[in-house]
């Protein structure tokens, strides 16, 4: 048990080979890691090598993704998202991940019927049931219908299935300026994966700045301008008894040109920052050779 | 077209949404045909037709159908189990197994592809907990499927009397840690399994979560591995077979006289509730429980 536990990366914050990213979130201290399907399918010894180095690894998988623009389509579409969901729900399996992470829709060819959108999300649910994944539904902040934590908690609460919860990101929380407040009216046990990151700016007010710095220039939590806004959301989660894994979804184009361990090491210290200063995790209670 | 829609969604709400009528058939895969049918003859049943085309065989007991499949390629699933039995399939009787069938798809239940050969019947079929199969048959009533796919062994009566009126009453599933929400709302959502509440019990073994079938006829129990075991997740399945009957001490006397051994510790032996099989061939066992005639 290391104070850092409850906290991973993301396989998106680092670049190079699958094998090269898992020893360096090692070597600082992780013990689990968020799998982006990319790092997977887009291993050289393909899929199956893939899966025998993350097992190898014996890092423990937080969650996998993403699966986008699944929810609200209707004929064909619907179809052909439904064949997709279910070689990710496979994939996820795979890696022996618990969780499958799925974001807002943003396709234009959506229907923005809450009601409908829930009744997909509750199908995709079935479908990982039986492999014992969960389906954590994360509000994009530039989601065409659903683009806030408060929208996607309504949905989950219109699916009601126990599988299906929903998946935070302090950077969309804090993009579309949603009242943190509002995490009371959430139930603990049905958030299934928080990820945490920051970024530079004050405001993101257009979905196209959203975007841009969502995929380029997020940092690590207390390496931008919204830690105090990042310490209340972690504490409001605490307080409703939130006992989930924390993530660090930290997209950066430098990151992505800095050696493996200067990144992990990034992280390291921000997971430290969160354990230590902002929730005052007990110190782990030292062992001593028997 | 807003009258379809409409009587569509009205059906989906309704008790019974795929109008069940009961187990058609149980299956077990397993490269031992012969060892396991040794159990099954002396657990009552017979054997009384063989598949044409598949290394098949159907074993009956009054209501209760029973098939041994030990295709090569269904048979796999059994070594990942150590070459013991596993249950491979329930199949449901449903009115109509093409709309049970697309219903289910419909809302989340992963399809399996049919391997029926040619003059065979194609019965619909989806995923089930640990590599399992539910399959959906309509053709009960008027005939018999085993009349198509199967022929009859010669000299076999294929009307076997039940051991002291027995028949199905349910399937035991074990399931993963903390997995009973899941797979309670798995059976309500796809097949209007409706939960029981816990203070209804049935049998020896009231642990885990029950639930009753939509049409009534049989029982469906999840059970949670002890906390005090560990438990892999590929351990999910379909565990046991549940035989009613209305006289628990006749019928384990019959099947002892069978050579049936049953488990007789201090906590747990046959008593007028129920009874329960020692585990043969590392798998099979079956648990008898007292249904009111």
Redesign the interface.
């Known amino acids: 048990m290391r104070l850092i536990d409850g906290f991973g990366m993301d396989t998106i914050s680092l670049a190079g080979p699958l094998e090269a990213k898992l020893e360096a979130m090692r070597n600082a201290g992780f013990t689990q890691v968020m799998l982006s399907a990319r790092d997977i399918v887009g291993h050289p010894g393909g899929f199956d090598a893939a899966v025998a180095v993350v097992r190898a690894s014996g890092m423990r998988a937080t969650g996998f993704q993403v699966l986008r623009d699944f929810e609200g389509l209707s004929g064909h579409l619907h179809n052909y998202k439904v064949d997709i969901a279910k070689s990710m729900l496979q994939m996820c399996a795979a890696v022996n991940s618990k969780v499958l992470l799925v974001c807002s829709s943003t396709s234009r060819h959506a229907t923005n019927d809450l009601d409908a959108i829930a009744a997909d999300l509750r199908k995709l649910a079935m479908l990982a049931l039986p492999l014992g994944i969960k389906v954590a539904y994360e509000a994009l902040s530039w989601g065409r219908s659903v683009n806030e934590f408060t929208t996607a908690w309504d949905i989950v609460c219109r699916a009601d299935c126990p599988n299906l919860g929903i998946g935070m990101d302090s950077f969309h929380v804090f993009a579309s300026k949603t009242e943190l407040n509002a995490i009371e009216e959430l139930d603990a046990t049905k958030i299934f994966l928080v990820q945490l990151s920051d970024f530079m700016w004050q405001e993101a007010p257009t979905f196209e700045e959203r975007m841009t710095t969502a995929r380029t220039f997020r940092v690590f939590p207390s390496e931008g301008v919204h830690s105090n806004e990042l310490i209340e959301l972690v504490l409001r989660l605490e307080a409703i008894g939130y006992a989930g894994d924390y993530s660090f979804e930290v997209f950066n184009d430098d990151y992505q040109q800095l050696p493996l361990p200067v990144v992990a090491e990034r992280a390291r210290k921000s997971a430290q920052w969160l354990a230590e200063d902002v929730l005052h995790r007990p110190l782990p209670i030292p062992t001593f050779p028997a | 077209m807003t009258l379809l829609a409409d009587t569509r969604e009205a059906e989906a709400r309704r008790p019974n949404p795929l109008a069940m009528e009961g187990i058609e058939f149980i299956e077990y895969a397993t490269s031992k045909p012969q060892a396991l049918g040794q159990v099954l003859e002396r657990m009552g049943f017979r054997p009384v037709a063989r598949h044409r085309s598949r290394e098949v065989t159907l074993y009956s007991q009054g209501g209760m159908n029973l098939i041994i499949n030990a295709h090569p390629d269904d048979a796999r699933v059994s070594a990942t189990a150590g070459g013991s039995p596993v249950i491979s399939a329930v199949a449901f009787r449903v009115r109509d197994a093409l709309k049970a069938h697309t219903t289910c798809l419909?809302?989340?239940?992963?399809d399996v592809p049919s391997h029926a050969q040619a003059m065979e019947l194609h019965i619909p079929a989806i995923?089930?907990?640990g590599g399992s199969r539910f399959y959906f048959v309509d053709r009960w009533e008027e005939f018999s499927i085993y009349s198509i796919d199967f022929m009859p062994i010669p000299t076999i009566n294929p009307s076997v009397p039940p051991v002291a009126g027995s028949s199905y009453f349910g399937v035991v599933q074990y399931i993963?840690p903390s997995?009973s929400?899941?797979?309670?709302?798995?059976y309500e959502?796809?097949f209007g399994f409706m939960q029981i509440p816990d203070e209804e019990r049935y049998g020896i073994l009231p642990k885990g979560k029950l639930m009753k079938s939509a049409c009534g006829q049989f029982l469906w129990q999840l059970i949670e591995p002890d906390p005090t075991m560990d438990f892999m997740?590929s351990q999910?399945k379909l565990q046991r077979i549940g035989i009613g009957t209305p006289d628990v001490g006749a019928t384990v006397a019959t099947l002892k006289r069978q050579g049936i051994e049953f488990v007789e510790s201090e906590k747990l032996h046959p008593e007028d509730r129920g009874a329960l099989t020692r585990t043969e061939l590392g798998s099979v066992s079956f648990e008898l429980v007292h249904i009111v005639a």
């Not at chain 2, 419909?106 to 992963?110: E, Q």
């Not at chain 2, 929400?181 to 798995?186: E, N, R, T, V």
């Open positions: 419909r809302l989340g239940a992963w995923h089930g907990p993963g997995r929400a899941d797979w309670m709302a798995y959502n796809l997740e999910e």
